[in-house]
């Protein structure tokens, strides 16, 4: 991983022992892959999503597949305040501003889902609803033959 990325106190255990940042033994960056980022680029900065997505495109072969969860929206960082709570992400965005993110990074996307979350008795107290949920499928161009 380039070294001017900046990774999260947590995640940089993962990356002390590891030059580059998809070293798993069984990986074959040849072959298609599939990548989930669930839940995880609301914790990285701007810069840091956007390097992490542009440096996933360069390492998989064409046809490999991205998911990802969005971060939450404004919206959601707003409605926390009121309830007293304070949400730790550091990227709030709307999903088609993330969908632009992921396709500026080099990815043909699109935006899989983006529905609200559910109101009414199935919430817990004091839960966030009401915002969007943006989930992201974004696929390496098969290169072309020209």
Not at 3 to 11: E, G, K, N, R
Not at 85 to 100: D, G, V, W, Y
Request: proline share 9%.
């Amino acid at each position: 991983m380039d070294a001017s990325v900046a990774v999260p106190a947590i995640s940089q255990r993962m990356y002390a022992n590891h030059p580059c940042p998809f070293p798993h033994p069984g990986y074959d960056r040849h072959r298609p892959s599939v990548w989930v980022a669930e839940g995880l680029v609301g914790y990285l900065t701007d810069k840091s999503c956007s390097d992490l997505l542009s440096a996933v495109h360069s390492a998989v072969t064409p046809s490999s597949v991205l998911l990802m969860t969005c971060p939450p929206p404004p919206a959601a960082r707003e409605q926390a305040a009121a309830q007293g709570r304070k949400l730790h992400h550091t990227t709030f965005e709307e999903p088609e501003s993330t969908l632009a993110r992921v396709t500026t990074c080099g990815w043909q996307a699109e935006l899989a889902c983006a529905t609200a979350l559910a109101t009414g008795d199935e919430v817990q107290p004091g839960a966030l609803n009401g915002y969007k949920i943006g989930i992201i499928q974004a696929t390496k161009a098969s290169l072309e033959v020209g």
